[in-house]
């Protein structure tokens, strides 16, 4: 899997959002996205996910073209700004409507990846009455369950303890050995950079600079 973005610009009024995004995105690599609110990364990880078409230029997903050939990514997982579910349902009467929809897990995954971001699926505490960590750990199972190709999480990291912070490392790094393309946001450089493979720093909608993450430096 490859996303290729070609000099994708976003104009809202007339001001950009983003101006000339060139970037290649590939499967098995954890791509970081850096810079301070208003530069652009969750209108980049909205435009990829086909949420946001862009004023200008073209998202091609395999070889397939947003807003062309597909309306959506056809294997994706997201997490983008505060996750939002039912408030009178449990976790897992949530996550179990969301995967009724495609019909590509059983029940029994969708406790196993409950289970797995440290939630119990057996609590019949609903939604509403969930704590900020666990309703980030609730959507970062979302995100993950159908194990899709590509994975979106903006944020991750909100709300996470320092053990949620430590399960999330051990969930990225799963999902990348299994050949998923993800592209993280977080607010903390040296988490984000201990996360990614690669990091692109965006500045007022544009790629101001790019590092590559040595091995040794990032998560093993």
Same mark, same amino acid.
């Given at each position: 899997?490859?996303?290729?973005?070609?000099?994708?610009?976003?104009?809202?009024?007339?001001?950009?959002?983003?101006?000339?995004?060139?970037?290649?995105?590939?499967?098995?690599?954890?791509?970081?996205?850096?810079?301070?609110?208003?530069?652009?990364?969750?209108?980049?990880?909205?435009?990829?996910?086909?949420?946001?078409?862009?004023?200008?230029?073209?998202?091609?997903? =395999?070889?397939?073209? +947003?807003? %062309?050939? !597909?309306?959506?990514?056809? /294997?994706? *997982?997201? #997490? &983008?700004?505060?996750?939002?579910?039912?408030?009178?349902?449990?976790?897992?009467?949530?996550?179990?409507?969301?995967?009724?929809?495609?019909?590509?897990?059983?029940?029994?995954?969708?406790?196993?990846?409950?289970?797995?971001?440290?939630?119990?699926?057996?609590?019949?505490?609903?939604?509403?009455?969930?704590?900020?960590?666990?309703?980030?750990?609730?959507?970062?199972?979302?995100?993950?369950?159908?194990?899709?190709?590509?994975?979106?999480?903006?944020?991750?990291?909100?709300?996470?303890?320092?053990? =949620?912070?430590?399960? +999330?490392? %051990?969930? !990225?790094?799963?999902?990348? /050995?299994? *050949?998923? #393309? &993800?592209?993280?946001?977080?607010?903390?450089?040296?988490?984000?950079?201990?996360?990614?493979?690669?990091?692109?720093?965006?500045?007022?909608?544009?790629?101001?600079?790019?590092?590559?993450?040595?091995?040794?430096?990032?998560?093993?």
């Amino acid at each position: 899997m490859k996303i290729e973005i070609n000099n994708v610009s976003k104009k809202m009024k007339k001001d950009y959002i983003l101006k000339n995004i060139d970037l290649t995105l590939n499967s098995g690599v954890i791509t970081g996205f850096s810079g301070i609110n208003g530069s652009g990364k969750t209108m980049l990880m909205r435009m990829i996910a086909g949420l946001i078409k862009p004023s200008e230029g073209t998202i091609i997903i =395999g070889d397939k073209q +947003l807003w %062309k050939d !597909i309306s959506f990514p056809q /294997s994706i *997982g997201i #997490l &983008i700004e505060n996750p939002a579910f039912l408030d009178s349902y449990s976790g897992l009467e949530n996550l179990w409507m969301i995967a009724s929809i495609n019909k590509r897990i059983d029940k029994n995954q969708v406790r196993e990846v409950i289970s797995s971001v440290g939630l119990n699926p057996d609590d019949k505490k609903k939604y509403k009455k969930y704590s900020l960590g666990m309703k980030q750990r609730l959507g970062i199972a979302a995100a993950l369950m159908e194990k899709p190709e590509i994975i979106l999480l903006d944020e991750p990291t909100n709300a996470l303890d320092s053990s =949620g912070i430590e399960m +999330l490392k %051990k969930l !990225i790094i799963n999902e990348r /050995s299994r *050949g998923a #393309l &993800i592209v993280i946001s977080c607010h903390d450089a040296n988490i984000l950079k201990e996360l990614s493979d690669e990091v692109y720093y965006l500045k007022e909608g544009s790629i101001s600079d790019y590092q590559k993450i040595k091995k040794e430096d990032g998560i093993k």
